[in-house]
């Protein structure tokens, strides 16, 4: 699994940073020597798609995707165990799907043969992309699912996402030091 976050790293990194040169060279030769690079458009498109699927793997392992946290937030240890799993599960069902289908859809383009229009290179090139990100996803879901499954429920941390900004901001301590600096004065 190190590899393939690894490489969606990689990956995420390299297609940003190149979407963002890419555009930026264009817009330079557009307006300084008014002559514009005709495929740069949509290789910048792809490079920030690609970036995008590969930075979504990362973000699984981070647990940066946005999730409604609510109930977990009140429930009890064991019942957050038991919904957490839930929950990853229902992910791993629909990563696996959407690359399934994202499969048969870069089949269904290499039987077309179809081309894009200022590249010129085959149009699976590009949405292949969709299955590998999923797949690379998935694999990541389900060590997930494993380590959760592995772990004593009393060893499960679920913080709200303000309580983890706050520990990484360190308010506390920085509150402390005010309070102590200004007599308790604020």
């Known amino acids: 699994m190190k590899f393939i976050l690894q490489i969606s790293k990689l990956i995420a990194a390299v297609g940003i940073a190149g979407g963002v040169a890419l555009a930026f060279v264009n817009v330079v030769a557009r307006y300084v020597f008014e002559s514009s690079i ?3 458009s949509e290789l910048t498109i792809y490079l920030f798609l690609w970036s995008i ?5 990362y973000c699984f392992k981070k647990d940066a995707h946005i999730a409604v946290d609510v109930f977990l937030l009140k429930a009890p240890p064991k019942l957050r165990k038991v919904l957490m799993l839930i929950s990853l ?3 791993l069902v629909y990563l696996i799907a959407i690359s399934y289908y994202g499969y048969k859809y870069v089949l269904l383009y290499i039987d077309l043969g179809e081309v894009s229009v200022d590249l010129n290179i085959p149009l699976w090139i590009p949405y292949v992309v969709i299955p590998i990100s999923f797949a690379f996803s998935a694999i990541v879901v389900i060590g997930k699912i494993f380590t959760l499954f592995k772990t004593p429920i009393n060893e499960i941390s679920f913080k709200s996402e303000a309580d983890e900004l706050m520990e990484e901001m360190e308010v506390e301590t ?3 030091e005010v309070h102590k600096k200004t007599g308790g004065m604020l």
Do not use: D, R
């Open 174 to 176: 920085m509150l402390k």
């Open 53 to 57: 699927f590969f930075g979504a793997v």
């Open 38 to 40: 005709s495929w740069a």
């Open 89 to 91: 599960f229902v992910t």
